[in-house]
C-alpha cells in the first residue's frame, strides 16, 4: 500500500491546549506521525512516498479569506506585539452581526469553532502539506492505478468547514481528496468517517450534494465534542437530502454497538454504488485512548479492515484523531494491512478497467 507524509506535518506540534479552562499538554501532536511510521517500519508495511507539488483544490473546498486568514495569522499575531497563545474568546452568535474584524484575536473568533486547536508557527506548512498528501493519495487512484492508498495527514482535517478550524483541524483533508477523485474523473463518492467524534466540517462541506455520501458512525453529540452536529436526523439538505448519514453510539460503546453500526453502513454504502470510498480513519475509538469512551481493542481494527475489504472499492484512507500514543500505530496498521489481505477491489474485473484508470483527467 502506498503511504503519502510529509516532513512538514512534524512543523504543526503545538505543546498546549485549553480543557475545560485548563492549560494541558496538546493531544494532537507530532509523536502520532512517529508512532505510525515507526510501526509500519517495524512490520516492513507499505511504501512511503513524500506528496507531489502539483495544485490542491483548496478552493473547492474552503474560501479563499480563509485560506489567507489561515496562512497569514501567526506572522499577524507576533507583529502586534502579542506573546502568548492564539487563543480565541469571542465569538459571533446568531444575535450579533458577522462581519470579519480587523484584529487578530477577533479574527481567531471569527474562523474558530472552539478554543481548543492551537495554531503555531508551523501550522499553515503542515496543514498545507497533509492537504497535499490527500491530493496525492487520490492522484495514485485515479492516474497511476492503485485501487488504495492511506494518506497519514497530519494535523487532521475531518471537523474543519469550508471557513473553519476547529477539533485540531484546519484544512479538511478527506473533502480535499473527494475533490480530487471527482478532478479524475469519478462521479459518486462515499464518505465514510470513522473518527470517535462527528465529522462535522465533513458534513458542513457536503450535505448539500448528492455526489459525496457522508456517513458517520461516532460518539453521541450530547454527550461529546462537537455537540452541535452528528445527531441521526440529520439527512442532509435540499438536494443532498438523504445523502447524509449519522449513527451516534452512547459513550462507552463496545465492538459488539459498534459492529452492527458498521454493518449498517456497509451496506448503505453498497447501496449508495460509489465509484470509490474515503475513509476518515480516527483511531481514537480504540479502549485506550484518553479522549475517547469507546471499548474497541485491538482486534476489532482488523475486523472493520476486513469488513472495509468486504466493500471492494477503490479505497483512500486519510488519517483523523487517535491520541493513545502507544496503541496508535498497531490499531491503524491491524485495520490498513488487514484491509490490504482481504481486498479483492480491481484484480478481477476491475483489472480489465485498469487502461481507463491511468489515463490522468478522462471521465471514466
Ligand atoms: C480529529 C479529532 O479527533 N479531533 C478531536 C477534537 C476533540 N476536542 C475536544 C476534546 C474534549 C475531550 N473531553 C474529554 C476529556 C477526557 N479526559
Ligand atoms: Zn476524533
Not at 506572522?75 to 465569538?91: A, F, G, T
Not at 494535523?155 to 473533502?175: I, M
Not at 439527512?235 to 449513527?247: P, S
Not at 448503505?268 to 480504540?286: C, R
Request: aromatic share 10%; proline share 5%.
Amino acid at each position: 500500500m502506498k503511504i503519502i507524509c510529509s516532513e512538514e506535518n512534524l512543523s504543526h506540534d503545538p505543546k498546549y491546549e485549553i480543557r475545560r479552562g485548563r492549560k494541558v499538554k496538546a493531544y494532537e501532536r507530532a509523536i502520532r506521525t512517529r508512532s505510525i511510521l515507526s510501526e509500519f517500519r517495524r512490520r516492513k508495511f507499505g511504501q512511503i512516498m513524500r506528496p507531489d507539488d502539483e495544485e490542491i483544490p483548496l478552493l473547492e473546498v474552503h474560501d479563499p479569506d480563509y485560506l489567507t486568514f489561515l496562512k497569514e495569522i501567526h506572522s499577524k499575531w507576533v507583529q502586534e506585539k502579542n506573546k502568548y497563545e492564539l487563543i480565541p474568546y469571542c465569538w459571533p452568535t446568531p444575535s450579533t452581526s458577522n462581519t470579519r474584524p480587523k484584529s487578530s484575536i477577533g479574527q481567531l473568533g471569527f474562523f474558530a469553532g472552539d478554543s481548543d486547536t492551537p495554531i503555531v508557527a508551523g501550522t499553515w506548512s503542515a496543514a498545507y502539506s497533509a492537504a497535499s498528501c490527500a491530493a496525492t493519495a487520490a492522484r495514485q487512484i485515479t492516474r497511476h492505478g492503485e485501487r488504495f492508498a492511506f494518506a497519514l495527514t497530519r494535523p487532521p482535517g475531518h471537523h474543519a468547514g469550508r471557513k473553519t478550524y476547529s477539533g485540531y483541524c484546519f484544512l479538511n483533508n478527506a473533502a480535499i481528496a473527494c475533490s480530487q477523485l471527482k478532478i479524475g474523473g469519478l462521479k459518486k463518492i462515499a464518505l465514510l468517517d470513522i473518527d470517535y467524534h462527528h465529522g462535522n466540517g465533513s458534513q458542513s462541506i457536503f450535505e448539500t450534494r448528492s455526489d459525496v455520501l457522508y456517513i458517520s458512525i461516532h460518539a453521541d453529540p450530547d454527550y461529546e465534542y462537537p455537540f452541535f452536529s452528528g445527531r441521526s436526523h440529520e439527512v442532509g439538505i435540499g438536494r443532498g437530502k438523504g445523502f447524509t448519514k449519522n449513527y451516534p453510539l452512547k459513550p462507552g460503546s463496545k465492538w459488539k454497538d459498534y459492529e452492527k453500526a458498521l454493518k449498517i453502513v456497509i451496506s448503505e454504502i453498497e447501496k449508495y454504488e460509489p465509484d470509490a470510498l474515503v475513509v476518515s480513519l480516527g483511531v481514537d475509538t480504540s479502549n485506550d485512548d484518553p479522549l475517547g469512551t469507546f471499548k474497541l481493542f485491538p482486534d476489532a481494527y482488523h475486523k472493520i479492515g476486513a469488513l472495509l475489504a468486504g466493500l471492494n472499492l477503490r479505497t483512500l484512507f486519510i488519517l483523523e484523531g487517535g491520541y493513545a500514543y502507544s496503541s496508535l500505530g498497531s490499531n491503524v496498521y491491524s485495520l490498513l494491512s488487514s484491509f490490504e489481505a482481504q481486498t479483492s477491489c480491481g484484480e478481477e474485473k476491475g483489472d480489465a478497467n485498469r487502461d481507463t484508470w491511468v489515463l490522468p483527467g478522462k471521465t471514466i
